[in-house]
């Protein structure tokens, strides 16, 4: 009995995934993951040392998936499609509604492409564009799940909040940035010293309340920017073949 | 006080009968495990390591697989730059002093044509160059032959219509066939060079 508990439950699962590798990007030459630089890698121990899991989870759920139908181009006649348009349910389909609808403008002269999107309330909170799968894991060296949810799912965080600046000054003083934030402030991970011959680059511009006395400066310690590039380097949010989906550029201005 | 249950008969002996299980609790059993095997068979995926929910099985994650077209090209794009053109052009298209010349608003970028601006990554370019007014001397160096014509025609598009350009779309099949007219032609361009062929 044990033995067979063990082959399902422990070798099975190694057999199948014990040799993962890198996979390709949907579309694209590239490969994911890529392996964390080595400053990344540390502040996943700082991190963990930090006990941030105890707070955050880094594992984005997903209830369904559903196809969106988008206008390429209008065609010849304009006027006509876009009628259409506004009697037509476009976000949110099944495949075959998709399909339905798509035949319906071509008819009518557009052209449209058919987005795959991922959907479920983690989704819709911004926290990715996808579930995570076992690659996203890969180079982890103790997996940072987190099973509580104090605090939002840091799974794509380095998307989300990609400036250096902001995560150190929320590390610093939380509330300094996000107004009643509940997250504990990690000032060990900073040093107030007196300014020396000139401010240091690396000080942290506080807003007035929580600046430190005239003439000492906050600096991040080593731990506080390795942490910090761990975090913007958690991306999980590429299309892959076992989590796909439509990725949309927003156009930069 | 209860009554006492009555026991058996003085002097009866207890026999054990034969009688039978009833035969709903086999029926039963048995429709449970056919709906089970079912139901495994439908959603289970069959311990295929690419398949979770909400995807049941191999072939609807296989439906859902986006196909290509414009999103698709243009995420290939954007990729392709950040990781290729990006460190010299910069994320934002501006340039960088000294490194590299802006492709936002850059007339070799939006020119109406695209034959010359296919050439610049193809080969490479040399020499004096000037860019929206600004003159440059720095060299690029070729990247025709790491970058597939899909590739290079995503992210041709994708400069053409970023940061506020507004040109038209490079295909696969154009830089195929502008690849296949390069000849024997291996050297970086220069600007004289360029401006001597068709846009």
Request: charged share 15%; net charge negative.
């Amino acid at each position: 009995m044990l033995l067979v508990s063990w082959s399902a439950f422990v070798l099975a699962p190694q057999l199948q995934l014990g040799g993962a590798k890198q996979v390709p990007v949907l579309n694209s030459t590239e490969v994911y993951p890529h392996t964390r630089p080595g400053e990344a890698n540390q502040g996943l121990q700082v991190y963990r040392a930090n006990g941030c899991a105890a707070c955050h989870t880094e594992q984005v759920q997903q209830d369904g998936v559903a196809c969106d139908v988008v206008l390429a181009s209008a065609g010849k006649n304009p006027d006509a499609v876009s009628n259409l348009l506004a009697t037509l349910t476009l976000r949110g389909l099944s495949q075959e509604a998709a399909q339905a609808v798509s035949d319906k403008i071509t008819a009518a002269g557009g052209k449209v492409e058919t987005h795959i999107v991922a959907v479920g309330p983690d989704i819709a909170r911004g926290w990715g564009l996808r579930h995570s799968v076992a690659e996203d894991f890969l180079y982890d060296n103790l997996v940072q799940f987190g099973s509580l949810r104090i605090g939002p799912d840091l799974a794509g965080v380095g998307s989300r909040l990609p400036d250096a600046n902001w995560q150190l000054l929320h590390l610093y003083a939380p509330q300094s940035v996000v107004k009643g934030s509940l997250m504990p402030p990690f000032r060990y991970l900073f040093t107030t010293r007196k300014i020396g011959a000139a401010p240091s680059p690396d000080a942290l511009n506080l807003p007035k309340e929580f600046a430190p006395a005239d003439g000492y400066e906050v600096v991040p310690k080593p731990e506080a920017k390795e942490l910090v590039a761990y975090l913007l380097n958690l991306h999980a949010d590429v299309p892959l073949y076992d989590a796909p989906f439509t990725p949309v550029v927003v156009a930069k201005p | 006080m209860s009554e006492p249950a009555p026991s058996t008969p003085a002097g009866a002996e207890l026999v054990s009968d034969r009688s039978q299980s009833p035969m709903w609790i086999f029926v039963l059993t048995l429709t449970l495990l056919y709906l089970g095997a079912v139901y495994f068979d439908r959603h289970s995926g069959w311990f295929d390591k690419d398949v979770y929910s909400p995807y049941a099985n191999a072939a609807m994650l296989e439906s859902y697989q986006p196909k290509s077209g414009a999103a698709m090209a243009a995420a290939q794009g954007r990729r392709v730059y950040e990781q290729v053109c990006g460190l010299c052009h910069g994320a934002d298209g501006l340039g960088k002093p000294g490194q590299a010349p802006a492709l936002a608003g850059s007339e070799w970028v939006i020119a109406a044509g695209h034959n010359r601006l296919a050439h610049i990554p193809l080969l490479g370019i040399n020499g004096q160059i000037s860019v929206a007014g600004k003159g440059w001397n720095l060299g690029m160096a070729a990247m025709g032959a790491s970058l597939s014509d899909s590739d290079l025609a995503a992210v041709l598009t994708y400069i053409r219509t970023s940061w506020g350009n507004q040109a038209g779309e490079v295909t696969a099949d154009d830089i195929k066939n502008i690849r296949a007219g390069l000849g024997g032609h291996l050297q970086p361009m220069s600007s004289d060079q360029l401006l001597a062929m068709p846009e």
